[in-house]
């Protein structure tokens, strides 16, 4: 690994911002507190600092000459689980944790602006450096966009620490990395009666019971076996006692996929099984579906340059990502310029079962930080080359 020597210098500095943002966590459009560390520390940087920006968020522009634009994005929030962890650095912010690794993105990022302040001479040109709120969920992505920081900027580029992967590693890859999240709503509304007299009544919870299974046919007998989707009902609530009927049963999960195309026909078929299972039992059955993040896609030439950028640090260890059904909100900036999105390994070597994101003793190995924040500088010379 060849870690960038003006990220070397900041190394120390890199693990520490990040152990003092796990201490903070926040969530989701209440990063007051992180964005304040994200401000003191960019005070060092030529820099020009816009803060606040969509509610919470900042961005710091680093112009150097005439050349083009670039966007470096790192995510800021927290999720509401309670960390379990001896770590001196653990959460103290009870019921808050930082189980997605956004801390060592914003540290990361961070880094990356320090050694390419210093490395002036080798770039021309402009580099917006997105710290933005809200990825869990809320989309912060959107009111960064709404706010204008992603004016002027030709591309864009961002990471994720993995933890699906070694430290060491860097996943790369043109075309769709991350899956459109989107929402379901179901109402089932039958008639309620007395649980002796069936016949009386339309059965809420045994029209439920056949939807649940004819729901699961979508992905297996709709969608294409080569295409991936997935649709997972994750609550389900109804009824009201042994002997009564329910008149209403309540479903709510999540339909994913890749390519819109296939999100598309999710979306139909969602609508049909509802309409058709609904006719067949007398029930009426309601659908909302709502549209979570799109898919992440990466454009070709972009993710050519992050290969490039990536394998100068990680030499070999640049490859596929491994890949999962989790959205992410970095579609929104890549749907208006072209970009890369990349994973950074961050699994301790030998770790047994691996730890996941969003797990209560969710960690990661700090070597990947150094990693990530050389990936994002060798972006940022390649694309600014003086
Ligand atoms: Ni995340």
Known sequence: VKIHPKVAEEAARIVS???????????????????????????????????PVARTGVVATMQNGDGPCIALRADMDALPITESSNAPYKSQNEGVMHACGHDGHVAMLLG??????????????TIKFLFQPAEEGHAGAVSMIEDGALEGAAAAFGAHLWNFQDVGTVGVRAGPVMAAADRVTINVRGRGGHGAAP???VDAIMVAGHLLVALQSIVSRSVDPLDSAVISIGELRGG???????????????????????????????????EG?????????????????????????????????????????????????GGEDMA???????????????????????IPHHHPSFDF?????????SVFVNIALDMLRA
Not at 309 to 320: K, P, Y
Not at 344 to 354: E, H, I, N, Y
Not at 365 to 373: P, T, V, Y
């Open 199 to 201: 016949h009386q009544a």
């Open 365 to 373: 190995d700090e070597a990947a930080l150094g990693i990530g924040a």
């Open 277 to 325: 299972v609904g006719r067949t039992f007398g029930a009426k059955i309601e659908l909302e579906y709502r549209d979570g993040y799109p898919p992440t896609v990466n454009d070709a030439a972009m993710t050519d340059v992050v290969r490039r950028a990536a394998g100068r640090v990680v030499g070999e260890a640049v490859g596929e990502p491994y890949m999962s059904m």
């Open 332 to 354: 929104y900036y890549l749907r208006r310029v072209p970009g890369c999105f990349f994973f950074v390994g961050s699994s301790p070597l030998g770790a047994s079962p691996r």
């Open 240 to 274: 009201y006692g042994y002997n009564i009927i329910a008149d209403d049963v309540f479903l709510r999960g999540t339909a994913r996929a890749y390519r819109e195309e296939v999100r598309q026909l999710l979306r139909r078929r969602l609508g049909e099984v509802c």
């Open 17 to 51: 911002i990040r152990r003092r943002l796990h201490q903070q966590p926040e969530l989701s459009f209440q990063e007051h507190g992180t964005a304040k560390l994200i401000v003191e520390e960019l005070r060092g940087a030529r820099v020009d600092v816009r803060h």
């Open 112 to 125: 990356a602006v320090r050694a390419l302040d210093a490395l002036r001479s080798e770039w021309r040109g």
